[in-house]
């Protein structure tokens, strides 16, 4: 017989002798109490592993739905998630602030062209404006208009800093009631 402690063998007159039988019972006692640790250890990794998959399942489907979701209320089911359903151009408080700041541009600039969130026309950056006025003839900008939501934020300041590098002149305008 196999045992823990390894081969045991017997026989009619070895089981009949206390000692041996004895020892017989221990090892015996001894391999169906590893047996059954073994499998409630076993039990329990499978709780665990089947507790992570019914987990894992769950969120699949909420990232799935939720998507869904997002697609159905953009009215394409092909388009990607979108975080922001107004897009690069704001909420629609600050696309009539946009506007707005388009109108006072070309009123106070009526001989330049005025264009609205367009990459900047001057070398030394990358940032696109509410709305810019451009020299017809050099096609550089001259006067820039920001919509902010939060003027005072650490964003802003930093635009700011960067428009006064590129000598433009620039006006930041209050968005909302923040």
């Given at each position: 017989?196999?045992?823990?402690?390894?081969?045991i063998?017997y026989t009619?007159?070895?089981a009949?002798?206390?000692?041996?039988?004895?020892?017989y019972e221990?090892?015996?006692?001894?391999?169906?109490s590893?047996?059954?640790?073994l499998?409630?250890?076993?039990?329990?990794?499978?709780n665990?592993i089947?507790?992570?998959?019914?987990?894992?399942v769950?969120?699949t489907?909420?990232?799935l739905?939720?998507?869904?979701?997002?697609?159905?209320?953009n009215g394409?089911?092909?388009?990607?998630?979108?975080r922001n359903?107004?897009?690069?151009?704001g909420?629609?408080?600050?696309?009539?602030?946009?506007k707005?700041l388009?109108?006072k541009?070309?009123?106070e600039?009526?001989d330049?062209?005025?264009?609205?969130e367009k990459?900047?026309?001057k070398?030394?950056s990358?940032?696109r404006?509410?709305?810019?006025?451009?020299?017809?003839?050099?096609q550089?900008?001259?006067?820039i208009?920001e919509?902010?939501?939060?003027?005072?934020?650490?964003?802003?300041?930093k635009?700011?800093?960067?428009y006064?590098?590129?000598?433009i002149?620039n006006?930041t305008?209050?968005?909302?009631?923040?």
């Amino acid at each position: 017989m196999y045992t823990p402690f390894g081969v045991i063998t017997y026989t009619s007159a070895a089981a009949g002798s206390r000692s041996q039988a004895g020892i017989y019972e221990t090892a015996k006692s001894n391999a169906i109490s590893n047996y059954n640790g073994l499998v409630r250890i076993a039990g329990n990794n499978y709780n665990i592993i089947k507790g992570s998959i019914v987990a894992g399942v769950a969120l699949t489907e909420r990232v799935l739905n939720s998507e869904g979701e997002s697609k159905k209320e953009n009215g394409n089911s092909d388009s990607k998630i979108v975080r922001n359903p107004n897009g690069a151009k704001g909420k629609p408080d600050h696309q009539a602030k946009v506007k707005e700041l388009e109108e006072k541009a070309r009123a106070e600039h009526p001989d330049k062209d005025v264009v609205t969130e367009k990459k900047i026309k001057k070398e030394g950056s990358n940032r696109r404006p509410d709305v810019q006025v451009v020299n017809r003839e050099t096609q550089e900008t001259e006067q820039i208009y920001e919509a902010e939501r939060k003027p005072n934020s650490a964003r802003n300041k930093k635009r700011e800093a960067e428009y006064k590098r590129l000598n433009i002149p620039n006006e930041t305008h209050p968005v909302g009631g923040n």
